[in-house]
């Protein structure tokens, strides 16, 4: 929660984003519809990203998909992401 917030708010002051976000405003839809890739946002707004803050990151959890026990390589969660972690010569992680 606050550790998120206080994550974010540094970033928009650091890279001069804070004119740009939108605040305490409640998202009634979020579609990314393919034909021009740009996220919908109903309070209706259009922007080029969109910042999910739902709180998922203070309770995670790994979502089950159809071979997790089987997969060889490493599940991670994001907000538990371990800076250690070496993910081998390839660099590619995908979140």
């Known amino acids: 929660g606050a550790e998120i917030q206080e994550y974010w708010k540094t970033n928009a002051n650091r890279y ?9 405003h409640r998202v009634v839809d979020a579609d ?24 998922h990151l203070s309770d995670p959890r790994l979502p089950r998909y159809p071979g997790n026990e089987t997969f060889q390589g490493h599940l ?8 250690k972690f070496d993910n081998g010569s390839s660099g590619l992680q995908v979140l």
């Open 76 to 83: 991670r969660q994001t907000s538990l992401w371990d800076p």
């Open 16 to 24: 001069g984003l804070q004119g740009l976000l939108k605040l305490n």
């Open 32 to 55: 990314w519809p393919q034909t021009n890739a740009k996220w919908i946002c109903t309070f209706t707004d259009h922007t080029d990203f969109l910042v999910t803050a739902t709180g």
